[in-house]
C-alpha cells in the first residue's frame, strides 16, 4: 500500500460543477498538506498548502483536513475549462520531503 | 525573480551516454529539491539539499545518479550510463524559510533514452 492514495480519475464535470478531489494517507506524522495543479508536460503548481486539521480556503478553492480520518479533500467552486488539470495531493512531517499521491485528472468541460 | 529555473526543457540522449541537468532555485530558498515523474505517476523523491549539503538521498537514486549543489545556489543532477527506464520528467523543487511548506517547482527536464 502507497503512503499516499489518490484516484487517477478522469473526473469529468460540467462547468460550473462544485469539484471535490481527495485523498487518503497512512502515515500518521504527516502534518502538512499541499495540493497542486499541474498542466500537461508543465512542473506542478502550488495552489495551497495547509497545517493539521481543519478547513482553508483561497478564492475558488476550499482545502480541507481530517487527521483523524487520515483524508484530505480540495473542493474548486465554479470550476472553469482552465481548470482541467491533473490535481496532485502532497504531505509532509517533520523530514521537509513532500510525498506526493499519483494524481486526479480533471476536465471540465464547456 | 522569476522562479526555478531548469535546463534544458528537454534531452533525447542514447542508452549510456551520461547527461547532466541544472536547476536554478528561487534565490532565497535555502532547500532544494530534486524528483522523477513518470506519465500517471505522481513526482517521486530523489534528493534533497539545504544550502549546500546532500540530506537525504532515495533508495531510488541508483550509484549512477549524482547530485550536486555548490556553495548552495544552482544544482546540478548527472545520470551516468542512462538506460531506458531513465526516461521521465526530472523535477526541482525549491523552498525557504519564509515559504517553508510551500515548494516552488521549475517546468522540469524531460529525458528520453533511445
Known amino acids: 500500500q502507497k503512503e499516499v492514495e489518490q484516484d487517477p480519475g478522469p473526473l469529468s464535470v460540467p462547468e460550473g460543477a462544485i469539484v471535490s478531489l481527495n485523498c487518503t494517507y497512512s502515515?500518521?506524522?504527516?502534518?502538512?498538506f499541499m495540493w497542486y495543479r499541474q498542466y500537461s508536460r508543465k512542473g506542478p503548481e502550488l495552489l495551497m498548502y495547509?497545517?493539521?486539521?481543519g478547513n482553508k480556503e483561497d478564492g475558488r478553492f476550499t482545502a480541507q483536513v481530517d487527521k483523524s480520518s487520515k483524508y484530505i479533500s480540495l473542493f474548486i467552486r465554479d470550476s472553469q475549462p482552465s481548470d482541467s488539470a491533473t490535481y496532485l495531493c502532497?504531505?509532509?512531517?517533520?523530514?521537509?520531503?513532500?510525498?506526493f499521491g499519483r494524481g486526479t485528472s480533471l476536465i471540465v468541460h464547456p | 525573480d522569476t522562479g526555478v529555473s531548469q535546463d534544458p526543457r528537454h534531452k533525447i540522449t542514447k542508452r549510456g551516454q551520461n547527461v547532466t541537468f541544472r536547476c536554478d532555485p528561487i534565490?532565497?530558498?535555502?532547500?532544494l529539491y530534486w524528483y522523477r515523474q513518470t506519465l500517471g505517476q505522481g513526482p517521486e523523491f530523489l534528493t534533497y539539499?539545504?544550502?549546500?549539503?546532500?540530506?537525504?538521498k532515495s533508495r531510488l537514486l541508483s550509484d549512477r545518479f549524482s547530485a550536486e549543489r555548490p556553495k548552495g545556489s544552482f544544482s546540478t543532477l548527472e545520470i551516468q550510463r542512462t538506460e531506458q527506464g531513465d526516461s521521465a520528467m526530472y523535477l526541482c523543487?525549491?523552498?525557504?524559510?519564509?515559504?517553508?511548506?510551500?515548494?516552488?517547482f521549475g517546468s522540469g527536464t524531460r529525458l528520453t533514452v533511445v
Open positions: 539539499f539545504q544550502n549546500e549539503a546532500q540530506l537525504e
Open positions: 495547509t497545517y493539521s486539521s
Open positions: 534565490s532565497e530558498h535555502n532547500r
Open positions: 502532497a504531505m509532509t512531517g517533520g523530514s521537509y520531503i513532500p510525498t
Open positions: 502515515n500518521s506524522a504527516f502534518q502538512y
Open positions: 523543487a525549491s523552498t525557504g524559510r519564509r515559504t517553508n511548506y510551500g515548494y516552488t
